[in-house]
Structure formats: C-alpha cells, structure tokens
C-alpha cells in the first residue's frame, strides 16, 4: 500500500525484466497516486514488453504530465508500432517535456514511423507539423522532391528558405495565410513579400476568399509590394479586405456585385 515501497519493488523487478511484474505495472498505471502511475509507465517501459502498448497509449491522456512524458518514453523504448498515431497526436500535448518524449519516442521507432510523420507535416496544428519535421530530419528522411521540400519547410517555419524557392512557394505560401497559429500568417507573408512580383497574381485572387483573416493578409502583403488596384472590381475587394465600410459606401452601385464574395 506504500506508494515509494511499490515504485521501488517496480523499478528493480522491470529492470530484470521479470515477467511477473508485467500486469502489476500495467494495473499500476490506473493508481490514484501519480507517482505510482509514473514509475508503473518507466517500469513497462523498462520491461520492453507489447503487452504494455495499449495501457501506454491510453496514460498519453493522463492528467499529470509527468505521466503523459513517461509514456511516451516508454513507448519508445517498446518500439510497437501501433503506438505511432498516438505519439503523434502527443506532439501537440500542451507541455513541452510531453512532446519532446513523443518526438524521441518516434525517432527510436525509426523508419517505420515515417510515413506518419511524413502525412503529419499537413497536420492542422503548427506544433505537430513542426514536431514531425523535427523528428524526420533526425530519422534521416529527406523529401524525394520540390512538393515534399516546400512541405517540410513549411512544416520547419524555414522562411527564407521558402522565399528561395520562389514562384512554386507562392501557392503553399498563400494558402498558410489562413492558417491559425499567428506566427506561421506572419512568416508566410514575409516570405511572400521577399518573393515579390510572382505573388501579386495569386494574392490579388486571394482577395475574393471568404475568410477575413486571408484577405487582410493578402491586402497588407499587396500593399508592401506597391500593387494598385487596376479596376473597380479589385478597388473594391480590396477596401473589404481592409474592412474599409465608409468608403466601400461612397463607392456607391460599382461595389454591389463584389460585395457578393
């Protein structure tokens, strides 16, 4: 009934890998105590055993983080493949040390978490897309092509090196402007306003999307590269984007069929 007695007696008989600690350890993940559930996590990470898998998984929902970390290492440490969905939903775990022992946990499984990470790096969480670039460049992989590169590297955050690539960044690039996460609208833009003169026709187009954020993105970016509208149309979509009401008014019947968008 001792907590510290019971994490002991944990430790050294998974250490040894005797089999009879095995079900001790995975009942012990459902204790009241956290630091039982903890050092129960270690010891069947320690044991190396699959028939800790699916209890490992399940503690990635612990509400103690230590728990939560401790899991995740010992799911590495297991090596099971089924475990990999689940590690990476735990690269967007809110505590740092959680996702850490998830991005290490799938480097350790290796190659056969790749394809995951790979179809990770469009996930709609920044964090998770970052966490698998991360884990994938230490694994080894590296993009078979210009579609995979700009992937990763918008995955990465790599700004500048998305602006190198130029005119094929564009569109990735745009599309990023509506994403959630404010840092990435903002490195995205940068990189637009480095590209220059090829954005201005994707971004102008832009301005017709239905979601504000992506037209005032677009509108600021547009105003950095010196455009100017070129018709009444592009006036117009142009003093929604910036929310601009007073003047769209004045404007009078012209901005009725933009108004539409």
Excluded: Y
Aim: proline share 5%.
């Amino acid at each position: 009934d001792n907590p510290v007695i019971w994490a002991q007696a944990a430790d050294a008989f998974s250490k040894n890998r005797d089999p009879r600690v095995l079900q001790p350890l995975i009942d012990g993940l459902n204790n009241e105590n956290r630091h039982v559930r903890k050092k129960a996590a270690e010891g069947l990470g320690n044991m190396g055993d699959p028939r800790g898998t699916e209890p490992l998984i399940a503690a990635l929902d612990d509400e103690f983080w230590e728990v939560r970390k401790k899991s995740a290492e010992a799911l590495g440490k297991i090596k099971d493949v089924k475990a990999i969905p689940a590690l990476i939903s735990s690269l967007n775990d809110r505590d740092h040390d959680v996702r850490f022992g998830a991005a290490r946990a799938l480097q350790k499984i290796g190659k056969p978490a790749t394809g995951s990470l790979v179809a990770a790096l469009k996930n709609r969480e920044s964090i998770v897309r970052k966490g698998a670039a991360t884990t994938l460049s230490e694994i080894g992989w590296n993009p078979l092509n210009t579609e995979e590169t700009i992937t990763l590297l918008l995955a990465k955050q790599s700004w500048d090196e998305m602006a190198s690539i130029g005119a094929e960044a564009v569109h990735p690039l745009v599309e990023s402007l509506g994403d959630k996460d404010g840092d990435v609208r903002k490195g995205a833009a940068g990189a637009l306003e480095k590209i220059g003169n090829p954005a201005t026709g994707p971004l102008v187009t832009v301005l017709e999307s239905s979601n504000s954020v992506v037209r005032k993105e677009a509108a600021d970016i547009l105003n950095k590269l010196g455009w100017g509208p070129s018709n009444m149309k592009e006036r117009v979509l142009l003093l929604i984007a910036n929310q601009e009401w007073n003047a769209i008014v004045k404007t009078g019947t012209p901005a009725i069929s933009a108004l539409t968008v």
